[in-house]
């Protein structure tokens, strides 16, 4: 729909709706960014995901990976940087290859954990296209809003010059 300027028409948007459409954003890229919800009840276990029977994850996503028998633990974050290294002071015992192809293994299967869990946490997050037409939207009404704005400044403008 257009308006008479021909420009696409948009209903006025109270404080209320902005909140609303911005909390809606954050909430649906915050766990992607590993950044916790600020809303989120931080009851004890409150982080604890579906696959501990419980709600869906409020803390940072993360992918963990093992090799060596779990000698090896590679925790891996948003963005493919590695978190933490854990290695068992067992695993010294192996030859500098066997620790850096468990090393590699464990890395990549964090990665692949990482990647399976961001994927898995999209669509129970937010459409992705909803969310962009959501924007897209929200940045039409603020064009709107601040045109409105301005004219407004320049009219007592023009009103006090005219004075």
């Known amino acids: ?5 021909g420009e696409a028409a948009v209903a006025d948007v109270s404080a209320n709706d902005f909140d609303r459409l911005f909390d809606d954003a954050m909430a649906a890229l915050r766990p992607l960014a590993g950044q916790p919800d ?13 696959a501990d029977g419980g709600a869906e994850p409020t803390g940072p996503v993360r992918g963990v990976g093992e090799a060596l028998d779990g000698y090896v633990r590679v925790t891996a974050k948003p963005g493919g940087e590695l978190e933490t290294v854990e290695l068992n002071p067992r695993v010294l015992r ?31 997050l937010a459409d992705q296209q909803q ?9 039409q009404q603020s064009v709107m809003q601040m045109r409105r704005y301005l004219q407004a400044i320049t009219d007592v403008q023009d009103r006090l010059d005219r004075d």
Not at 1 to 5: Q, V
């Open 131 to 139: 969310m962009l037409e959501r924007l897209q939207e929200f940045q």
């Open 38 to 50: 600020p809303h989120a009840d931080s009851a004890p276990g409150a982080e604890q995901g579906a």
């Open 1 to 5: 729909m257009r308006d008479d300027n």
């Open 94 to 124: 192996s030859d500098s290859e066997s620790i850096a192809e468990a090393f590699r293994e464990a890395a990549n299967a964090a990665l692949a954990d990482l990647q399976a869990k961001l994927t898995s946490a999209l669509p129970a």
